[in-house]
């Protein structure tokens, strides 16, 4: 059976920047009608950010229960027994809680009154939408289109994933059994995210990254706690590692490298993750038959999300970097207040960039070397963790973390905020704050923060930027 419908707003993905979207445009009064194929909440919430989070988080928990258990515990704790992994208990967790918010989604668009039908949608034109269900093909006339049709995994050339010895990182989050090994190809913030939480289970784990070093695009002054980390677990890290080839024998995946000096080398494990990053999904939905310029890889739009056709916006992973959750997020409820003509621009100072690896990464605008680079004439302040109350109350100050700002020199305009260290995702908020907002070093230097807590570092590197840190000597 077919069928016709007309809409104003039509959302082609239900991810985290086309359900804030589809939401947004209903709280404004558009009907709005949003296609999904999957579950509701995308690859974040579905098999990314979330799951991620939540076996990095029962990860350290089992770790520390380890610990415990071998008389390593430093608050003087001990378990009798060694403790045990269920990998399939551990699994149902995280489902349950995707399961949960897969379905707050649903509850929320719901109340905003938003149509939402599951299937595939593929266009022949840029305002004809076909959608097949299981049951029925929909044809959709809208008046504006939203693409959020968001990003897939990067495949690796000569190796292919095939969700039981090689794996993508959606198939590292279902496993239901503990590999005893695993090389990661790819030592990027997802590759280590997932191979430390691994390792913190009882997984030996190797790294094999084609650059130079961990995290590329992190300077190394970031990188290096967390280098020390992996060092001090004896996690295998090989940089300049080219991988080759993969083959399985035996039920193990035999892989192929060559290194930065031009010799082969091979490398027995158990599975193997590809996790090189990822690409926008650009085929397969009609996008050609779209009339849409194009920037390299990704739909090109303006400072509105708007493509070149009347009509016709793009947000989140398919627009291009950084491809980040919160990006999509706030270019869909920007993208709703566009349509209905409200005065709005897509134009942050700063996108935060996270990675939950151990200790955390947080950066906010600009490094020292970009902003020097870009022409500034900068000072630098930083505070180590070593130094703050909190951190070393939660054991946390061995980490070698620190907070750093950059300001520009002249008028102490605050031009970027980095810090490394244990739960430090949770200032990003604070310094994405004070660069939206315009701050100057003394906004900082001067603002109260709770003692104890791991805030106070900001206004402590704020008041060394200045010259006159109270918990660590000046200079």
Not at 144 to 149: E, G, I, P, Q, S
Not at 431 to 447: K, P, Q, S, Y
């Amino acid at each position: 059976m077919t069928k016709e419908i007309s809409c104003d707003v039509l959302v082609i993905g239900g991810g985290p920047g086309g359900y804030p979207a589809a939401i947004r445009a209903g709280q404004l009064g558009l009907k709005t009608v949003l296609v999904e194929a999957d579950r509701l909440g995308g690859t974040c919430l579905i098999r990314g950010c979330i799951p991620s989070k939540a076996i990095i988080h029962a990860a350290s928990e089992f770790d520390h229960a380890k610990a415990a258990s071998e008389g390593q515990s430093p608050f003087g704790m001990t378990i009798s027994a060694t403790p045990e992994l269920d990998f399939k208990t551990l699994n149902d967790w995280k489902a349950g809680i995707v399961n949960g918010l897969s379905s707050g989604v649903a509850g929320l668009l719901k109340g905003a009154k938003v149509d939402v039908i599951k299937g595939w949608a593929s266009f022949s034109n840029a305002k004809t939408c076909t959608v097949t269900t299981d049951d029925e093909t929909v044809i959709i006339k809208p008046t504006n289109v939203v693409l959020a049709n968001g990003s897939t995994e990067t495949e690796l050339p000569g190796i292919k994933t095939d969700g039981t010895h090689i794996l993508s990182s959606r198939h590292a989050l279902d496993l239901i059994e503990q590999p005893k090994s695993i090389g990661v190809i790819g030592a990027g913030y997802i590759g280590l995210e997932l191979g430390i939480a691994l390792n913190k289970l009882g997984t030996d784990v190797s790294f094999f990254e084609a650059g130079n070093s961990i995290l590329p695009g992190y300077d190394s002054e970031l990188t290096r706690p967390v280098q020390a980390y992996l060092d001090r677990r004896k996690i295998s890290v090989h940089t300049g590692a080219q991988a080759n080839s993969a083959e399985i024998k035996s039920d193990q995946v035999h892989l192929t490298v060559e290194t930065s000096a031009g010799e082969t080398e091979t490398h027995v494990f158990d599975k193997l993750l590809i996790a090189i990053g990822r690409q926008p999904v650009t085929s397969g939905w009609g996008l050609e038959t779209m009339g849409v310029d194009m920037n390299g890889k990704f739909v090109a739009i303006d400072s509105q999300c708007r493509t070149s056709m009347s009509g016709v916006y793009a947000i989140g992973d398919l627009v291009g970097e950084p491809m980040l959750a919160h990006k999509a997020t706030a270019q869909g409820e920007c993208v709703a207040e566009v349509i209905t003509g409200q005065k709005r621009a897509f134009s942050p100072v700063a996108i935060p960039a996270v990675c939950f690896t151990e200790p955390e990464i947080v950066s906010v605008g600009l490094s020292p070397d970009q902003a020097e680079t870009a022409g500034n004439e900068i000072i630098v302040g930083r505070f180590p963790f070593a130094a703050s109350g909190k951190a070393m109350a939660m054991n946390a100050s061995k980490t070698r973390g620190f907070v750093r700002i950059t300001a520009r020199k002249s008028d102490h305009v605050v031009l970027g905020i980095q810090a490394v260290g244990a739960h430090v995702s949770e200032l990003s908020g604070e310094f994405v704050l004070a660069l939206e907002m315009g701050a100057v070093l003394e906004d900082i230097a001067h603002t109260i923060h709770a003692h104890p807590t791991l805030s106070e570092a900001l206004n402590e590197s704020a008041l060394a930027a200045l010259g006159h840190p109270i918990h660590i000597k000046a200079g």
